[in-house]
């Protein structure tokens, strides 16, 4: 994120614009492995948010997810026995999501109720075409919430 975007009154109106007024590096590690019909994926990401021009900190933010996939494709030979993939394919998923947000903070004093653990079981399907473009349609279900 960059620290774009601006608040401020101007003849009686409130004006905003989006943006977190903040340089908020990220880093993130993305691990896969295919068997046949399934693959597996692990996903880390971790977003250090830095105080805005208003002394406010969203607060850091660490997610990690797991993801299995089972994917419908019809795999089939033809006479030269090359493989081939069907064009669209249709996936189902299920993943496990931990994802932790510290707590915010504005001129140096942490704000209530802000901040939390939490987990997530997620369900939903997954079209794709040619392994190149991905239409993921998932809900995540709540297990766990601290905050």
């Known amino acids: 994120e960059l620290p774009i975007g601006v608040t401020g009154v101007q003849n009686g109106a409130v004006l905003?614009?989006?943006?977190?007024?903040?340089?908020?590096?990220?880093?993130?590690?993305?691990?896969?492995?295919?068997?046949?019909?399934?693959?597996?994926?692990?996903?880390?990401?971790?977003?250090?948010?830095?105080?805005?021009?208003?002394?406010?900190?969203?607060?850091?933010?660490?997610?990690?997810?797991?993801?299995?996939?089972?994917?419908?494709?019809?795999?089939?030979?033809d006479d030269t026995t090359t493989h081939k993939t069907k064009d669209?394919?249709?996936?189902?998923?299920?993943?496990?999501?931990?994802?932790?947000?510290?707590?915010?903070?504005r001129n140096g004093s942490s704000i209530l109720n802000t901040g939390h653990n939490r987990s997530f079981i997620t369900g939903g399907i997954r079209l794709s075409y040619k392994d190149k473009i991905f239409i993921p349609i998932t809900v995540d279900f709540p297990l766990v919430e601290l905050i």
């Open 16 to 77: 905003t614009t989006a943006g977190s007024r903040s340089l908020d590096p990220m880093a993130g590690l993305i691990l896969n492995q295919k068997f046949d019909h399934f693959k597996f994926r692990n996903q880390t990401i971790y977003k250090l948010t830095t105080e805005n021009q208003d002394g406010y900190d969203f607060g850091d933010i660490f997610s990690n997810e797991f993801f299995l996939e089972y994917s419908f494709k019809e795999d089939h030979h």
């Open 88 to 105: 669209i394919q249709l996936s189902l998923l299920t993943a496990l999501k931990y994802e932790y947000l510290a707590q915010n903070i």
